[in-house]
RNA sequence: GCCCGGGUGGCGGAAUUGGUAGACGCGCCGGACUCAAAAUCCGGUGGCAGCGAUGUCGUAAGGGUUCGAGUCCCUUCCCGGGUACCA
């Protein structure tokens, strides 16, 4: 047996890992820490992916690495096990969420350890263990006793099809997120959290973190703050006046008409009688429309007259009260005035209706636009008339304020988030409704935990499973001895991972979701790698869940996750794809958009690349040459097990990372995993020897300066490109050193130590037994990583190529010690054939020397 | 539409503060070993011209700054992600 096998090395070390706990999280607080969390996985029953292996891979490399660099490191992992896939198969087959979930839970577990993933097993967190949601329950506690968390009666995103009602964030261009079912509009009860509270500071703190700056824009953009004012108009004949918020007041004299949203509370009292009809018949038609529907009839402009006026308060204008559905009950008032002269929609709008329009900035002369929303001098607004925007804006408010009709406001797009969920597996609320009032079910009494039920879909009257509980729901209040209601809807899946990072710290604490000694050493996460598709929901709730427990006296960090880093999705192999119609092969460009078209997958080798296309060979017919996102339907998913079962562990993991940067979107290519296979095959070459599984040819001679400098170039970069996240050109670097060394005579053993405990991270399989081999006892995981030294890196003398007006014209040797002599070096180059050719019969106007890099001289 | 990222060989990707573009890997070509193949090893590999030294063109396109630009500035095009009547 002398070739590199993985089967029958990786096993052996997972083993060893887990018997010897040698991952096992420290208890002290001797040593710099550093907590690296990867995202929170759903135990699916399709197992892993390979987009799983990519960020843990990742994050394993810097565990390993930090461990060895002498850092206590928490790196965990668990799961987040409620959601509906588990429900779904229960309602279908009656098999309890549970068993599933163990099961699922189960494979995945096999999985990670099958790739080698450096956890601390002893913390493994489950969402759906009651004593883990104990603790979400009594999160879910603070927040109701600080009124953030409230109940509500409001219109819902209701999904007949999963059953349940969905957040905002949940529906996507009107269809569930989760399986793309239609989502309609329909009022129910539920409980809200009250986020907006810490819009503010979600939206200050971003400012600090290192984070990418794409996802805290998205956050912001999430958050969506503006400044402006708030304005009051009085409804003319009426006891009444409506609000305002616009961004910008400085167009006031330009509002020539008001629009409230159709739900809006005093549409009914200022509908005179004879627009009645036709207001609640638009009314009507605006409230039966789905997301959906809203979206696509987004071009046209619609709405009715109410009959009302109101006064603008800045020139007591009478001007027209509207309804219309492009403005929207939840934003600022729901009701806006409308400037159609410095407003698309408002512009849009006035023309349909035949509405007058103002234009109350200047524009530039030639400005051929309809709506103007640039800067420039005020006009026709009286005293405004020449300020910018800014300057006519704060004299604006301050007139408001001055005559009592407004004042400057804030507003967010940010809405309160809709957390009941009708559906079974989740976190009961720790709620009784006692007097239909509801009521904090005991901390002693926690945790509410889940009843049997005997069918696991919402009751015939749309009440949520847990409804079909009887004995459970109907119980009484301890304190009163009251009869008392439970309360049936249960979490979204959100709360479980909205703290997971802390219950890893602590995993058995009895008093609270968290040691609080531990919590002050472990937090902040001080790198934290997953997916960019949790840019928005999951991040933004955790945050807002963690600021409310700082302000609880939980944690001691504002912020939970320091640095965040994405991972880019990994696509299938490239495909080639060529289109037939009526039996005709036609080009890709001719075939976009045409229907009843036969698509031909091709091989490589039937294609070639012509110009900037691909056509298929020896035509020029294009061919489409495009990586897909992996997924059934098409059949070009990569499963891990089989990459596994036919290289190994350690190919997979160090191929992953060698594709590409990791924040990089990357095609899958098998023939990149064979690559880096055989980099492990030379590297088991390079120690064993073309036979036997003895350790070849290693040498107790010391090693020579070239064989340091090949070592120590090879510590140098791999330890810079881990700390920098570069793990591609980190391993780029390990192969040089293999190719380099593999043409030596013999290898020192110090060297070869070297680059065993450099390789490590990255393939620690292979690294262990190599390790175990050389004659040590002990697993190589706390081993101190190897220090380069300035000093093997250099070298007598440097190449530096010879310039003639920027061109590359030679190149000379210098030696070190004199790079910085310019006339010397200068005159080197000058004496070189290929340069003279140049200077002979030229003149030199300028020489440029940068030492150890370039010569350039600039002739005439 | 708006806001972020990106466009480098046949492919994935390298390239310090502006200083030899194409590291490393894949693929391809040639050679060694073999009855043969696989595996492995050695050599080559951006385009064009040339036997060659060498020359020339080349980092999406066009322009600019500079002794020198993949890198900085302006304009345009294409791809990916996010978002969408938020007043």
Redesign the pocket.
Known sequence: MSTYNPSDIEKKWQIYWLENKTFKTPDTKDKPKYYILDMFPYPSGSGLHVGHPEGYTATDILARFKRMKGFNVLHPIGWDAFGLPAEQYAVKTGTHPRTTTEKNIGIFREQLQMLGFSYDWDREVDTTDPDYYKWTQWIFLKLFEKGLAYESEQPVNWCPELGTVLANEEV?DGKSEVGGFPVVRRPMRQWVLKITAYAERLLEDLDDLDWP??TK??QR?WI?K?I?AEVEFQVAGQDHSLRV????PDTLFGATYMVL?PEHPLVEVLTTSDQKDQVTAYQDTASKKSDLE??E??KE?TGVFTGSYAINPVNNAEIPIWIA????AH??T?A?MAVPGE?E?DWEFAETFDLPIIRTVQPPGDFEGKAYTGDGPAINSGFLNGLTITDAKVKMIQWLEEQGVGEKSI?Y?LRDWLFSRQRYWGEPFPILHVDGKPKAVSLNDLPVTLPPVDDFQPTKTGEPPLARAKNWVETTDPETGKKALRETNTMPQWAGSCWYYLRYISPDFNGGPVDPEFEKYWMPVDLYVGG?EHS?LHLLYARFWHKVLYDCGVVSTKEPFQRLVHQGMILGE?EYTAYEKDGKIISADEAAGQKELVRLQLSDSEVE?KGDRFVMKGTEITVDSKAHKMSKSRGNVINPDDVVKSYGADSLRLYEM????LE????W?T??V???N??L??TWRLLFGEHGDEIRNLSESDPDSEQLKVLHTAIKKVTEDIESM?F??AI?AL??FV?EA??WEELPSAVAKDFILLLSPFAPHIAEEIWSRMGHAQSLAYEEWPQYDEKYLRSDSV?I?V?I?????A?IEVPSGRIHEKDFVIGLAKQQK?VQKYLDGSVIV?E?S?PG??V?L?IK
């Open positions: 996507i700056e794409s824009e998205m953009n969506g503006s402006g918020f616009t961004t910008r949203a809203r979206q009839l987004t402009k559905d492009y403005v929207l934003y600022g729901g806006i407003d929609r507003n797009k960019s928005v490239v690349k060698f594709m590409g940067p990089q979107v990357k095609p290519s023939k990149g064979e690559g880096v055989r980099f095959n030379r570069r591609n050109t780029s192969m040089i190719n593999n043409s190449e190529p310039q007006n920027g061109k590359v014209r190149n290929n300028k440029i940068v890099r370039i350039n600039v």
